[in-house]
Structure formats: structure tokens, C-alpha cells
């Protein structure tokens, strides 16, 4: 059973870590945050067309030559986006927690990813779970560096060294 899940999130990846002992205790330096899986927003690295039938967005001209401004509503449409990939990650959340037994998710997100993320998770997830939350950007931090940052914020055990024999 692992304590400690976590989740970094932003606009487009979601990496999930666990918390693992060191393999030797007093030995070894730990516990390690370890990244298990990645994934990434099906809408995250399109751009321009690929998304959108035009790239202008906000006006239009007529045969006249007159320009006629418009609202083609790409930012909800971009939040919409973002709410399907929140909901995707809490569904894959709670297949992590079902499979490493987790006490303690650990959610780390920009803040509108995370706001997003409350309401897909508040159906869904365990009553068992403890949450706490970080509305931080911290996608690309390495497992060192994330743990070292959520321990500093007492998020996370910190890292204990080990003895070298």
C-alpha cells in the first residue's frame, strides 16, 4: 500500500507519482516519489487549424470591405476541453487509488485545472481519500524536485538520508 498519490496536472498532461519506501530502510535515502504514468489532453498540442476550421478568430468581412466583429466562443469551448480532460484524469485517478491502495491523493495543478478538477473528482472519488491541494504549475519538475518542493510545503514526508556502509 502506498500513502501518498499524486497528481501534477496542467492544460495538457497529467503525471501520476506514488510515494515508495527505499528499498533498504536506514540504508537507502528515501522514501522516492516515482512517476508511474503520464497522460496527455487529446486537444493539449493541437494548434491553429488542427483545432479550428480558421485561425482569426473575432471578425469578418463582408463584400463591402466592412469589417464585422463577432464572438465565435473559442474559450468556452477551451474550458470544455479542459473539463473533458479533468474528468478523464479523475477516472484514471480512481483506478490508481483502487490499485495502490491510496490513503492520500495529492493534487498539484494550475489553479483553473484545479478548480476543474474538484468537481470531476467530488462525485467520483472515495470518501476514504484524504485530498490536499496545491494550485501550483509544477508539471515540469523531475520526482526529485517535486518531492523536495511538496515536502518543503509539508505536503510530503521529507526524503530521510540513508547511511552509506
Known sequence: MNQYLVAVIDSTRARFLTLEPAEIPGVEAGPNLVEHEAMLSPTGDLQG???WSTTKTGSNRSAGAQTHAYDDHRARHEVEFERRFANSIASHLNTLIQRFQT???????EPQILGLMREAIAATLPRNVKV?????DLCQFKPH????????KNLLPAKRPGSFV
Request: charged content about 20%; glycine content about 0%.
Open 49 to 51: 487549424q488542427d483545432l
Open 132 to 136: 490536499s491541494e496545491l494550485a501550483k
Open 145 to 152: 524536485e517535486l518531492h523536495e518542493y511538496l515536502a518543503n
Open 103 to 109: 490513503p492520500h491523493l495529492i493534487l498539484v495543478a
